[in-house]
């Protein structure tokens, strides 16, 4: 079945890194965009990143950008998430999500927690 599995998150001080882990299996990995969202307490969720099937292209968050660093390995069905610089208003759920890029099939990981504070 149709599984995307975050891993990564925890506790972190301002100022400090995080890298987020994404595994896909039960679908065809290489023909999706896939996408970090974050939701805070309260908040909508909101796209923090995205990056094309074949890793062309990337998208960033204007709140995200130049700390942020999306990347994926089709090899091995991973997604990647780099955060540098971290602020207490990065403090969320963050969420992998695939989307055939030609539409139609989108599918949800459960979350990993991560928490920026002194």
Sequence with gaps: QVQLVESGGGLVQP?????????????TYS??????????PGK??????DITS???STNYADSVKGRFTI???????MVYLQ???LK???????YCHAAHWRGGAKYWGQGTQVTVSS
């Design 88 to 94: 207490p208003e990065d403090t969320a759920v963050y």
């Design 15 to 27: 100022g400090g890194s995080l890298s987020l882990s994404c595994a896909a299996s039960g679908f």
């Design 44 to 49: 909508q969720r909101e796209l923090v990143a």
């Design 31 to 40: 023909s999706y965009t896939m996408t970090w969202y974050r939701q805070a």
């Design 83 to 85: 955060m540098n610089s």
């Design 54 to 56: 074949a890793g062309g």
């Design 71 to 77: 990347s994926r390995d089709n090899a091995k069905n």
